[in-house]
T-cell receptor, first 116, second 115 residues
Framework: AQTVTQSQPEMSVQEAETVTLSCTYDTSENNYYLFWYKQPPSRQMILVIR??????QNATENRFSVNFQKAAKSFSLKISDSQLGDTAMYFC?????????????FGTGTRLQVTL | NAGVTQTPKFRVLKTGQSMTLLCAQDMNHEYMYWYRQDPGMGLRLIHY???????AKGEVPDGYNVSRLKKQNFLLGLESAAPSQTSVYFCASSYATSGVTNEQFFGPGTRLTVL
């Protein structure tokens, strides 16, 4: 079974600073996807960024980037120039590419607070 | 497009009562999913569907039933609600097309309390 571990229950960062959220996962599969989802107080789950395991290049989406270390099974999220609107729960998630429904396995989340 | 919608947004039940949560998507997605989210935990998959008329069990299926009679709708039923089913329920949907990186689109959630 696949597991996803987020070891930081809560983090805080000042506006305009950079913060890194950690995620590790465990799998014996070789073809999979990794995601970071954001859940603001509105409860809506919003996809932040995704990474295909077969791609060596780290994914980047504007202020969000990942450090994907496949051998170490690590998938951290870096948020640059943090904004107040980044305050949210962040979930790391994993799915195997089976060619059918992508059943996501989530970590327990990191609560990020962006302060002035 | 409305995306993924869920009905109702909130509900309070008494132990033993039954109810159905409705999920609807207008993106013509083949796959649909039901998750539950409990405090201190990530989302956990209850049931999923790969197409109209088909359903399958996820990680925590006990106490729930599902149906997918129409492609755009996915229903989650609780026949006899228990306090352990107090949770926030999320529906999601995704494409089946190969090459698309399995992104799931989520609904806004339903907060269910069982007394």
């Amino acid at each position: 079974a696949q597991t996803v571990t987020q070891s930081q229950p809560e983090m805080s960062v000042q506006e305009a600073e950079t913060v890194t959220l950690s995620c590790t996962y465990d799998t014996s599969e070789n073809n999979y996807y990794l995601f970071w989802y954001k859940q603001p107080p509105s409860r809506q789950m919003i996809l932040v960024i995704r990474q295909e395991a077969y791609k060596q290049q780290n994914a980047t989406e504007n202020r969000f980037s990942v450090n994907f270390q496949k051998a170490a099974k690590s998938f951290s999220l870096k948020i640059s120039d943090s904004q107040l609107g980044d305050t949210a729960m962040y979930f790391c998630a994993f799915t195997i590419n089976t060619g059918t429904a992508s059943k996501l396995t989530f970590g327990t989340g990191t609560r990020l607070q962006v302060t002035l | 497009n409305a995306g993924v919608t869920q009905t109702p947004k909130f509900r309070v039940l008494k132990t033993g009562q039954s109810m159905t949560l409705l999920c609807a998507q207008d993106m013509n997605h083949e796959y649909m999913y039901w998750y539950r989210q409990d405090p201190g935990m990530g989302l956990r998959l209850i049931h999923y569907s790969v197409g109209e008329g088909t359903t399958a069990k996820g990680e925590v299926p006990d106490g729930y039933n599902v149906s997918r009679l129409k492609k755009q709708n996915f229903l989650l039923g609780l026949e006899s609600a228990a306090p352990s089913q107090t949770s926030v329920y999320f529906c999601a949907s995704s494409y089946a097309t190969s090459g698309v990186t399995n992104e799931q689109f989520f609904g806004p959630g339903t907060r269910l309390t069982v007394l």
